[in-house]
């Protein structure tokens, strides 16, 4: 089992930055952000990989960068530039194998959410 705790959400206007953390009880292979918008299904946002990789959805690359500290299993989300359409739940994932070409092969265990609220 692994136990994920995020923090750092809160309210922010446009252009304004935000940093998210994630604490895992122990290391995993993988780790990565999703988000839910309300009324929305929930998406991907970014993925860190043991090897140092890192993957992005394309609404956020050049504003969001994924870093992890392994001394602490702790994943943060580095969010700039901030858009009403970040706003969100955003809930940490961990996953403990990759997949064939690189990625999470899949993500077995998730965070309650932090919120993020982003007002223009």
């Known amino acids: 089992q692994v136990q994920l705790v995020e923090s750092g959400g809160g309210s922010v206007q446009a252009g304004g930055s935000l940093r998210l953390s994630c604490v895992a009880s122990?290391?995993?292979?993988?780790m990565g952000w999703f988000r839910q918008a309300p009324g929305k299904e929930r998406e991907f946002v970014s993925e860190f990989t043991s090897d140092g990789s890192t993957r992005y959805v394309d609404s956020v690359k050049g504003r969001f960068s994924v870093s992890k500290d392994y001394a602490m299993n702790t994943l943060y989300l580095q969010m700039n530039s901030l858009k009403p359409e970040d706003t969100g739940m955003y809930f940490c994932?961990?996953?403990?194998?990759?997949?064939?070409?690189?990625?999470?092969?899949?993500?077995?265990?998730w965070g309650q959410g932090t919120q993020v609220t982003v007002s223009s």
């Open positions: 994932a961990a996953g403990l194998f990759g997949k064939l070409g690189g990625g999470c092969r899949e993500f077995n265990y």
């Open positions: 122990r290391n995993t292979y993988c």
